[in-house]
């Protein structure tokens, strides 16, 4: 990950979004010696956006199978078939 100054950010910033667009490589701006902000390619962030939305229902559904909210595998294939005619 590259870290960037905020200060090197205002003054450079056409340079560092060329790098980041070229890397891929998500760039993390500092102020005052502390992490402030992360920058990161268009492609990359929507990346990141579908396997959190994918983690999320994998956690939904581990939660829902230790909550013993489960049907079984005809029941489930009854319920789909309404949503895949």
Known sequence: MKVELVTTLKRH????LKELHDSK?????????????Y??????FNKK??????????AR??????DGRVVSHSCAKKRMKR???
């Open 13 to 16: 910033a056409t340079q560092i």
């Open 25 to 37: 490589e998500t760039v993390m701006i500092t102020e005052h010696g502390k992490p402030s902000a």
């Open 39 to 44: 920058i990161l390619d268009y492609d990359e």
């Open 49 to 58: 956006l579908e396997r959190m939305e994918l983690l999320e229902g994998l």
């Open 61 to 66: 559904g581990e939660k829902a199978y230790s």
């Open 83 to 85: 949503w895949l005619k």
